[in-house]
């Protein structure tokens, strides 16, 4: 009898756990292996740097410091990454990035100084 109840509550700690992280809004999403990361790191400060600048506060483009940032929706920032800006110089990078990585670039613009 222990037994069964030591194995349910694994199954409901597992449970919370997937739950948790639904719920925050697939904080996961932007989940890249550490080789990519650092890759995508090097696109920014180049690729995206080119246009907002080094320090991205801006140039050609918007300053996307994380302060600039706040209060931005990772998701639509990723949607941009992705599908660009019409009627701007932003370019689409879907033709490069997935999903998942243009999340994760939008986690690190919110969080890290490139």
């Known amino acids: 009898m222990a ?3 030591a194995l349910a509550l694994v199954l ?3 449970l919370t756990v997937v739950l948790t992280v639904a719920l925050a809004g697939g904080a996961q999403a932007g ?3 550490p080789e990519r990361a650092q890759e995508l790191r ?3 400060r180049q690729d995206c740097g080119s246009c907002h600048g080094l320090r991205m506060t801006g140039g050609l483009g918007r300053d996307i410091t994380p302060a600039a ?5 990772p998701a639509d920032l990723a ?3 992705l ?8 370019p689409g990078w879907r033709p490069l990035l997935t999903e998942d990585e243009a999340r994760w670039i939008a986690d690190y ?3 890290q100084e490139p």
């Open 109 to 111: 613009l919110m969080t």
């Open 79 to 81: 949607a941009i990454i």
């Open 3 to 5: 037994r069964w109840a």
């Open 69 to 73: 940032l706040a209060g931005r929706d």
């Open 42 to 44: 090097h696109m920014v």
């Open 31 to 33: 989940t890249v292996p």
């Open 12 to 14: 409901a700690t597992a």
């Open 83 to 90: 599908d660009g800006m019409p009627g701007t110089a932003m």
